[in-house]
């Protein structure tokens, strides 16, 4: 196999289009589609006592008005819970327009359809919605606290208390020769795609189907979800995600509302209808992450092994639950990270509030795991004055353990077993790339100009790619293009390139000749969905069995015409030949044509092949029982359970002790994802990942005002890094393949957005010397905490000052 | 986020524009639409006529002589920012636009429409104040200068009536033996300044504090200017004690708090930033009386 592009850093071969304006985005479609707007709640939490559309009556281009009174059959009701688990006690989902209450800003309550988006707001503005307002819960304390509640009927706001535990804690605690416990908390974040969602929908009235486009990571389930809530048949319904501008976790969730409200208008009026979100409603009513108060103890030997750790953690989901519990799961098992902790106990409690919604954002609940087991490290290094490199080595996972059971259980059902890696490689690495053991002259020279510097760092491991399965289909053309189908979704992750390189590495063929297509139900209606890191390690070994269907029969057919054992016989460059003897060769695209019996000439491609035909047994029929015309097949990839990723980052910053602006002067990454399909790409995920986790750490929070008004809902205010403020990134690999699947890859996708919060965290106390326990941090509130005298001093700090005194 | 419905005026003489204002209840300027079109978008200015300047001849000039800098009402940050003319009579021009946003915003927004727009986390309406200068405003009863103490009413808000329109405004050249610096602290680069700070030093014959100046960014209601000589009067310039004024200008400001800085960081960053920028613009300052 000479065309082996696995593993090279192949140059994205979307994005020339993807850059120079060609791509096909949703709002690029139906430009003669009339459009939705929407009425959302001013208020947190209200009951709507009157809904009044007379004054929008008069608006010229006005089509429709729709409230829930209009939504019939299962639209009426409530909006699924996706993923329903048995210690969701008390799930609650909204409808898809509001039903006689709202629990937050932003939640739909009225549709309005008009010849275009202009109008359409123009009428939305003249609706009157009256509200009877309810108190608000704001924040997982208020929520904890539980003065008021979100649902009538939980006066708790607890939806869900997830529990999980390893061995019996307390007496491990007690036993312990040392103890800490603290309390820290992480700020909430959003996914914030370049392009919000949007839905277009077209009903074919003569043809009776649909066709939905719509900005999703995840198009056969808005498929199915579409068919179910408006009651047609699956095979009515095709579903296509188009070039996808970002996704980041928010357009896994779905239906959407507007999924189904903008396919129901289009039913209904025969017209195409569209709605594309803008950025002010993709604040308020799409989904946000990460708000969580973090209650830990920690139980240590002398040498800072941790013999026993207790979590208890405080999840604000924020007003309705569709995704379950995946992030507090997924925070509860991950947390662990490289580390072998003897007896764990972790308690999560999903509490209700008067604000968006949470689903996975990027990292999905690892990152404030990441930060609740680093912020101990740190912590139990600090305590015992040792290293804190010194005390992660000494409690990592070691190569030998390998495969390591965590006896936890994972979001996808299945035990927490870690399939290889090697963590104390990452760390050795990782010292060595950010010049750990040389800090202290780093800091002397920041010292004499003005500034004061600090280190952290921050280890975790990723479960990605977990199951049930994807599939994928390679198809060879008689022109001898490569035709290949997954039906997960792409939103900018580089999947034309990537699954190319695999299906032109397994079958022999030239990478131009293979074109790849991802979330469109025509070509693959079977899937699951982008999310996870899912997206290499499942569709990309389902591309790979495929495509090794593909040429086994390919091989066995031109064994047949050239006389040979399929043993024998080699592909590359799109060409069939026996090993070694020259001349002896076919095509692969003949080979298509022969793959088919009925062979009308009507191109040269088929002219060709017949000089190839092998004379046809009268005993035999033309498709052998068994067999099937065309060179193709599709194949599933269904993991017995998730490959485990793992990395460490490390950040040095500087700060400015006159105006606590923080400066991050080096940001190290080791990773490892097995084996790389694209060098390139991973490094490109990295540092996408890099630039949301110092988003995460630095810059973005949704401020609610106690009313749960999103004071920042603009690009304005909440403040995404820009290039200016993402640090430059040095990278180095380490691969250690996963045993689990073929391709022996692990996913890449988040893992670079999963230690920031922690390691710049702790990079800021180590510069300061007061305690970090909270994230973000923001130079007004770092000079908050310093000058506080309620701030802890840190012990390194003091023991610092000590000897230069 | 799509505005409201509005009509639409493009005039060609300064004329026509007076005569729409005249005529139209709610009518605004429209100039580079960096400020006024996300407020139509986000429907929180829904004006009935929007008059587009672009159009007329003639607004689009920087003049610049002995006396100071003309900026015309079309003249984009971007314009002002690469005129070395202008640079050269006024430096805090150049130093002030360089920190006025990104360069997309620089190429559409233009430095009379950022000072009409009179926000207090504008560089340019700071710019106006601490140089002294004054706009030209044009309304139906002819043209009249309005010095920047009586343009400025609150945040957001002009003395200007709804018939009026800016057609240029005056920077005065800095006095001789004087040196200047701009600085600010901002979230992000390019954002609007939690603060900024700009300054100016006066020195006499002998290298002497004669006069030192300051106005902030992001500080107070109205663009104000701070008479910081007190604290260095008659100091050597090498021996000035910069800090002292910064820890007058931090008693002389009344800052707000909001979502990015609190009232007390924001007066940390006034001293510190002035600190600094006096150290640099004091320098400048000796190096021409040096040089004299």
């Known amino acids: 196999m000479t065309t082996k592009l696995f593993g090279e850093p192949v140059r994205r071969r979307e994005d020339a289009r993807l850059i120079t304006g060609r791509g096909r985005y949703l709002d690029d479609i139906g430009t003669g589609a009339l459009a939705a707007a929407f009425v959302r709640s001013p208020h947190a939490h209200a009951r709507i006592t009157d809904i009044d559309v007379d004054a929008a009556l008069d608006v010229e281009g006005l089509v429709a008005v729709y409230t829930y009174e209009d939504l019939t059959g299962p639209l009426a009701e409530p909006l699924p819970v996706l993923i329903p688990h048995p210690q969701l006690h008390a799930p609650r989902t909204g409808y898809p327009l509001a039903n006689g209450e709202v629990n937050h800003v932003g939640e739909p309550v009225v549709m309005v359809v008009a010849t275009d988006r202009y109008v359409a707001e123009d009428a939305a503005e003249r609706i009157v919605v009256s509200y009877e307002e309810l108190p608000a819960v704001v924040g997982v304390d208020a929520a904890r606290a539980a003065g008021s509640c979100v649902h009538e009927e939980i006066p708790d706001n607890v939806a869900a208390r997830h529990h999980q535990e390893t061995g019996d804690v307390e007496p491990a605690l007690a036993a312990a020769p040392h103890r800490l416990s603290f309390t820290q908390y992480v700020e909430r974040s959003a996914c914030m795609p370049l392009e919000g969602k949007g839905v277009h929908a077209r009903w074919d009235a003569d043809d009776h189907s649909l066709r939905v486009h719509t900005s999703t990571q995840a198009s056969t389930s808005v498929r199915a979800a579409i068919a179910a809530k408006l009651q047609l048949s699956l095979d009515e319904v095709e579903v296509i995600a188009p070039d996808v501008g970002g996704g980041f976790g928010v357009k896994i969730v779905h239906p959407w509302p507007e999924e189904l409200l903008v396919p129901m208008a289009a039913i209904a009026l025969g017209r195409e209808v569209k709605w594309t979100e803008d950025r002010r409603e993709h604040f308020i009513s799409s989904a946000h992450e990460r708000q969580q108060r973090q209650e830990i103890g920690v139980g240590f030997d002398d040498d800072g092994r941790i013999t026993a750790l207790d979590v208890h953690i405080w999840h604000d989901n924020g007003a309705y639950t569709p995704y379950g519990i995946i992030v507090p799961i997924v925070t509860a098992t991950q947390l662990v990270g490289p580390y072998v902790i003897p007896v764990y106990r972790v308690v999560v409690e999903s509490v209700y509030t008067n604000t968006v919604i949470v689903t996975p954002y990027r990292g999905a609940g690892r990152p404030q795991g990441c930060f609740a087991m680093e912020r101990t490290m740190d912590r139990i290094a600090d305590v015992l004055g040792l290293d804190r490199a010194v005390v992660r080595e000494r409690n990592l996972i070691q190569p030998a353990q390998f495969p390591y059971d965590h006896h936890l259980t994972f979001q996808d059902g299945r035990p927490v077993i870690y399939d290889s890696g090697d963590y104390p490689g990452l760390l050795a690495k990782l010292k060595a790339l950010v010049g750990w053991d040389g800090v202290d002259a780093l800091r002397d020279d920041a010292e004499a100009r003005g500034k004061l510097l600090g280190v952290g760092m921050a280890m975790y491991v990723e479960g990605t790619g977990p199951g049930p399965y994807e599939g994928g289909h390679v198809q060879v053309l008689g022109s001898g293009k490569v035709l290949v189908a997954t039906g997960l979704t792409t939103q900018g992750q580089g999947h034309e390139t990537s699954f190319a390189q695999i299906v032109a590495s397994e079958l022999g063929v030239p990478i131009e000749d293979v074109e790849v297509t991802t979330g469109d139900t025509r070509r693959f209606p079977y899937a699951v969905g982008t999310f996870a890191s899912r997206a290499a390690v499942m569709s990309g070994n389902a591309i790979a069995l495929a495509a090794r269907g593909v040429r086994e029969k390919a091989l066995r057919i031109a064994a047949d015409v050239l006389e040979a054992d399929p043993g024998d016989l080699e592909i590359d460059h799109g060409v069939v030949q026996v090993r070694g003897t020259p001349g002896a060769s076919i095509p692969l695209r003949t080979v298509a044509v022969l793959s088919n019996p009925l062979r009308y000439a009507f191109d040269e491609a088929a002219k060709q092949a017949t000089q190839f035909a092998v004379q046809a047994s009268n005993d035999k029929p033309p498709v052998t029982p068994g067999d099937a015309p065309g060179l193709e097949h599709r194949d599933y990839y269904s993991p017995i359970r998730s490959t485990f990723a793992s990395g460490a980052h490390a950040a040095i910053v500087e700060i400015d002790p006159a105006t606590w602006e923080i400066d991050v002067v080096n940001y190290a990454v080791v990773h490892d994802c097995g084996n790389v399909v694209n060098p390139m790409i991973v490094e490109g995920q990295v540092h996408g990942g890099v630039a949301q986790g110092v988003g995460g750490a630095l810059y973005e929070r949704m401020a609610y005002d106690a009313d749960g008004q999103l004071q920042n809902a603009s690009f304005m205010d909440f403040l995404m890094p820009y290039a200016s403020e993402v640090p430059d990134i040095v990278i180095d690999h380490q691969q250690t393949p996963s045993p689990l699947n073929p391709l022996g890859i692990k996913g890449a996708g988040e893992a670079g957005v999963i230690p920031g919060s922690a390691a710049l965290a702790s990079a800021i106390e180590d510069a300061v010397g007061r305690r970090i326990t909270s994230m973000p941090i923001s130079p007004t509130e770092l000079y908050d905490l310093v000058r506080s005298p309620d701030a802890e001093r840190t012990a390194a700090s003091a023991r610092r000052t000590g000897v230069r005194a | ?292």
């Open chain 2, 1 to 292: 986020m799509k505005p409201a419905p509005f009509r639409y005026a493009d005039p060609r003489s300064v004329g026509e524009v007076l005569e729409v204002l005249a005529a139209e209840e709610g009518a605004k300027v429209l100039a580079g639409g960096q400020s006024l079109l996300p407020l139509l978008s986000m429907r929180l200015a829904a004006p009935a006529v929007l008059v587009d300047l672009n159009r007329v001849p003639g607004l689009d000039a920087v003049e610049v002589d002995g006396e100071g800098v003309r900026v015309g009402a079309l003249v984009r940050h971007a314009g002002l920012l690469g005129d070395h003319d202008a640079a050269r009579v006024q430096p805090l021009l150049a130093r002030a636009t360089a920190n006025v946003a990104h360069p997309a915003i620089r190429n559409r927004g233009t430095t009379v429409g950022s000072i009409a727009h009179a926000d207090p986390a504008g560089e340019m309406t700071s710019v106006l104040a601490l140089t002294g200068g004054s706009v030209t405003v044009a309304s139906p009863s002819g043209e009249r200068a309005v010095g920047w103490r009586d343009l400025f009413v609150g945040p957001l808000e002009t003395s200007l009536p709804g018939a009026a329109v800016v057609t240029s405004a005056f920077f005065p050249a800095l006095p001789p033996r004087s040196g200047t610096a701009f600085a600010e602290v901002a979230r992000r680069k390019g954002d609007y300044a939690v603060c900024g700070a700009g300054v100016v030093v006066t020195l006499d014959e002998d290298r002497r504090v004669a006069a030192v100046r300051a106005s902030y960014m992001s500080v107070g209601l109205v663009p104000e200017v701070h008479d910081l000589t007190e604290s260095v009067a008659g100091s050597p310039v090498e021996k000035a004690d910069w800090a002292a004024a910064g820890a007058l200008a931090r008693t002389l400001v009344e800052p707000d708090g909001d979502l990015h800085a609190s009232a007390d960081y924001r007066r940390l960053l006034v001293g510190v930033l002035t600190e600094r920028t006096l150290a640099d613009a004091a320098a400048e300052a000796a190096a021409k009386v040096t040089g004299e």
